[in-house]
């Protein structure tokens, strides 16, 4: 595991105890994240470089070796980006869609219903209709079609006279599905990154760097990023045909990583390497405010100041999100393909409507949930993982719902939507060093589950009738002895100290050259020491803000997110005039037209080793 991972990192005695400081407010240990032999690497990068101190020591905290220190301050896709031919099947999917091209046939994409699906498959109908071709997207319906190709949808896709299907973030292990597609007429070429088995469906091309007999080492990358080499691929072949010879202006593929940031940070896929530098171009890209619906989602997130990673996982993901959750699937396509201002602001405020009723169904199950975990857990905090499950839950929140009980109870946690007969649908979230996919996955082989799957974070389930107290059983079992462990070696692993003072914009600015952070390239975690919490309040019924006075006078604002109510939030609430260590990472808040260094706290100490 990554050095850089501040999830459930090891507490062993190469991370020193930082600040003294054994257990915080939220019951971790605070760890140096520099060992000795990073804390090394920091100091020759200093020397060679001409670095400032923090910035490699950020650096070497995130695994970033000497020799590959001056890449990463410059992460380029001139030099990160691979030849696309070295994805099995890539040339056949390039050659393929060239023909679609050359031929004006009309093409129909399916994507999944998430940000990384809504992404790709906008990505992907954008170049074809540079070329001039028409496709049309297929989304389907989370509750009605479930995930994935489906027979009824590509019988319907060639009725209206499709000739090639393009699959994108789904299909790997759609068998059924793509044969009566290819008995339909259609063409399938499938470009996906999801784990699939040794068998895969018998289709014209199927990119996918997770297949058995794939050697590109791009597993990585989220689908987006692969709809992008595709995109890369399929110019260069229409480039070898002559195509752009013709009087046709070949677009600029830079202009279309706006798209691949969004779907990669939404994807939560390390930003490492290649999608690192998918990201920082995106993001440049994305300030030029030329897709005119991600424009219009932007503003009405009222989203201030240049677009960041957090943005787009926090405020414009969930709100395309929304779309496939509770709404339409394909409205987070639609807006990132359409060029009318009109059209994309009516489908912003729908999402942004969605998103808010999405934030209501989500409360009410959360609070069903926590109440329902609690009880189980009891005072003593019995119990390795978190099940809860009722009947009436929105089958397409229950991975939120998860999500939330695990943040709140620092265990694996499941939410299930129950049906009338006792089976149901549910997510699943895990906490680093705790294979859930695995889990499930021999749950299903068990009979326990009728179906499953994911990777070792996050992972989805089918309860067959009547099995919900066996699934809580297995699970327990199974992943008690992971969890033990875990936990045990949770800790907080701090970049450095800084003050009030010294954490300024010019810092800020000299921090970010790490960046972009996100899933695998963390964001820097600094202890402000011994400050005082001069004010301290709750403020939009979740959130509370605070601001901190270093002992010089000199003074920090500060929020923590999402903790009222929240033993976080509690601690701070109750220290307010008492001198803390606090720890969080800093940013720049943009305000009515000012900027303002804030921390964002993520944990206190009030009590420490002196």
Request: net charge positive; glycine share 12%.
């Given at each position: 595991m990554p050095r850089g991972d501040i999830e459930a990192v090891t507490g062993t005695s190469h991370h020193r105890v930082f600040l003294g400081v054994n257990r915080s407010a939220r019951g971790r240990t605070w760890r140096e994240r520099l060992d000795e032999r990073s804390g090394a690497q920091a100091l020759m990068m200093v020397q060679r470089l001409a670095i400032p101190e923090l910035l490699a020591r950020v650096m070497a905290g995130r695994d970033v070796e000497i020799d590959d220190a001056r890449a990463f301050l410059d992460p380029t896709l001139r030099a990160l980006l691979p030849d696309p031919s070295v994805l099995r099947d890539m040339d056949a999917a390039a050659a393929r869609l060239a023909d679609a091209v050359m031929h004006n046939q009309q093409v129909a994409i399916f994507g999944d219903y998430d940000v990384d699906g809504a992404s790709a498959a906008a990505l992907v109908a954008s170049f074809l209709r540079h070329c001039g071709l028409a496709p049309f997207i297929h989304i389907p319906d989370r509750i009605f079609e479930g995930y994935g190709p489906n027979v009824e949808a590509m019988q319907s896709l060639a009725a209206r006279g499709a000739r090639l299907l393009v699959a994108v973030d789904c299909g790997s292990t759609s068998f059924?599905?793509?044969?009566?597609?290819?008995?339909?007429?259609?063409?399938?070429?499938?470009?996906?990154?999801?784990?699939?088995?040794?068998?895969?469906?018998?289709?014209?091309?199927?990119?996918?760097?997770?297949?058995?007999?794939?050697l590109s080492g791009l597993g990585h990358l989220a689908a987006v990023g692969l709809a992008f080499l595709t995109v890369v691929g399929l110019n260069r072949e229409l480039?070898?045909?002559g195509f752009w010879r013709a009087g046709r202006e070949e677009p600029d593929l830079l202009d279309f990583t706006d798209l691949v940031a969004l779907g990669t940070v939404a994807d939560v896929v390390a930003l490492r390497g290649l999608n690192r530098a998918f990201v920082a171009k995106g993001l440049v890209a994305m300030r030029r405010r030329e897709r005119v619906g991600l424009a219009a989602l932007m503003d009405k997130a009222r989203l201030n100041g240049p677009p960041q990673p957090w943005h787009l996982g926090f405020l414009i993901g969930p709100r395309i999100n929304a779309g496939g959750r509770i709404g339409r699937a394909d409205l987070g396509a639609r807006l990132l393909l359409t060029d009318d201002a009109i059209e994309a602001g009516a489908i912003a405020d729908e999402l942004d409507r969605l998103n808010r009723e999405r934030q209501g169904i989500e409360l009410s199950m959360l609070a069903q949930a926590e109440a329902e975990a609690t009880a189980a857990l009891g005072a003593e905090g019995r119990g390795s993982v978190v099940v809860t499950a009722a009947q009436g839950w929105h089958p397409g929140i229950v991975g939120l719902v998860a999500a939330r009980l695990k943040e709140r109870f620092g265990r694996p946690a499941f939410a299930i939507a129950l049906e009338s007969g006792g089976g149901g649908t549910g997510?699943?979230?895990?906490?680093?060093?705790?294979?859930?996919?695995?889990?499930?996955?021999?749950?299903?082989?068990?009979?326990?589950?009728?179906?499953?799957?994911?990777?070792?974070?996050?992972a989805g389930i089918t309860l067959r009738p009547g099995a919900l107290g066996d699934f809580r059983a297995y699970m327990e079992e199974t992943l008690a002895p992971a969890v033990a462990a875990a936990r045990r070696e949770d800790a907080l692993l701090i970049d450095g100290a800084v003050t009030a003072a010294g954490a300024n914009a010019a810092l800020v600015a000299t921090i970010a050259r790490a960046g972009p952070f996100g899933s695998g390239n963390s964001e820097p975690i600094f202890a402000l020491p011994a400050h005082t919490i001069a004010y301290a309040e709750e403020v939009a019924q979740a959130h509370v803000r605070l601001r901190l006075r270093a002992g010089d006078g000199a003074t920090i604002s500060a929020i923590a997110f999402r903790a009222a109510g929240e033993v976080l939030g509690r601690a701070l609430l109750a220290a307010r005039g008492q001198k803390v260590h606090v720890a969080g990472s800093l940013a720049i808040d943009h305000w009515q037209g000012q900027e303002r260094v804030q921390l964002r706290v993520l944990d206190i100490a009030t009590e420490w080793e002196r």
């Open positions: 059924e599905p793509f044969a009566r597609a290819q008995a339909f007429g259609l063409d399938v070429v499938v470009i996906d990154h999801h784990q699939v088995g040794e068998v895969i469906p018998a289709v014209t091309a199927l990119v996918n760097p997770n297949r058995m007999d794939d480039r070898h045909r997510s699943g979230r895990s906490l680093s060093g705790v294979d859930l996919g695995r889990a499930v996955r021999q749950a299903v082989t068990s009979g326990i589950l009728l179906k499953g799957g994911g990777h070792a974070m996050a």
